[in-house]
């Protein structure tokens, strides 16, 4: 027997169904509320509504879990490496050793851009915000590959994904290298996906580049952190313009504008720029004094779902220690105020009253600072590891039966009907 709500408006009265997942609170289902009872339901930021049926990623906020097709998140972080976390978000399942080293293979032969792409890059000032680029380039991608735009072709939907994740990283090195005014380095097949992407970041053609073992493996694990969230500002922004049936470049092109803001993948960069206007660990107390008069909020602390600890922020903050004592930096500044500030405010009423914690940006501007990059590229490497994310939401989307266009509605406040004035009879 399925459970139901009874909802009574006036005297009518409306049985809907109740939901169940796998995990996680039941969900009334009010599809029929409009028809059977003429009103609608409101919920702006959509803090109570479920707006679609998904199997790839689960967060249980309370508990501080994060499972991606089940497997827990520190696991893979430890045990996998991101290409094999592509692989699971795409098809549901961890892949054979056959099985990857054909989708190792896929993407890796995808990662060069057509030629002409790269007088994109030329168009933008020299100073543009690598983010910028990024929305534009990828855009542009469905320029370039016509073949893969068909979204109803199963065969093309899965080449549109391989060629995103697989050309993502050389859009992101090349936004990074105009802006330093450095050559383009162009993608090698004999690397890994991470170490690719730092050769094509850092090095240059006066001097031979080596890559890191241990910054090689911490960009991975950065890159598998940040893969898929959910239902996330900028994964729904990708289903919503994916639902009206735009091509995929296109649709990963609006997340990548969504990331962008500070609220959402911006706020490593802001958590960064706070750990340095903190200064140093006597400034702290001030600070959370600040914040507790309500001045200013703690950035990289605090999630919409996650009421403890964010299970990417520990991977995270191992991964920081790793980075910084591999380039000799255990006595970073900022690394002790970090380590300083969040033993204060675990402890603080202020903020265990609030269930506020650390969320994966507290740790990831210091770590990413340390590996070379400047703060600007921050929110790119977001959306670089997060393309995967995006991607597979799209197409769970598309290929769901009863996907339908997104299409909201709203409480109308403004003006009732009214005839229009002439200009010499208005005022
Ligand atoms: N510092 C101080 N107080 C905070 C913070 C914070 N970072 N976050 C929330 N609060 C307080 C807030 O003032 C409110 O207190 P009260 O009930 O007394 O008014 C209470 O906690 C609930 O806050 P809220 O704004 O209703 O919570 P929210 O779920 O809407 O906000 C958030 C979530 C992430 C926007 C917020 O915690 C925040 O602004 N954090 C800082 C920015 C940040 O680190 N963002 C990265 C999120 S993780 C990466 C990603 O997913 O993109």
Redesign the pocket.
Known sequence: MVDTAKISIGAKSVELPILKGTAGPDVVDVRKLYAEADVFTYDPGFTSTASCESKITYIDGDAGILLHRGYPIDQLAEKSSFLEVCYLLLHGELPTAEQFTEFDHNITYHTMLHEQFDRFFAGFRRDAHPMAIMVGAVGALSAFYHDSTNIDDPQQRMISAHRMIAKMPTIAARAFKYSKGQPFVHPRNDESYAENFLRMCFSVPAEDWKPNPVLTRAMDRIFILHAD?EQ?ASTSTVRLAGSSGANPFACIAAGIACLWGP???G?NE??LNMLAEIGSVENIPEYVQG?KD?RY????????VYKNY?PRAKVMQATCHEVLAEVGNTDDPLLKVAMELEKIALNDPYFVE?K?YP???FYSGITLRALGFPPEMFTVLFALARTVGWIAQWKEMVEDPSQKIGRPRQIYTGAAQRDYTSVDKRG
């Open positions: 969230h996330n609220s959402h993948g706020a802001e958590a914040v309500r909020r703690l950035m990289g602390f605090g999630h919409r964010d609030r506020l969320n994966v940006d």
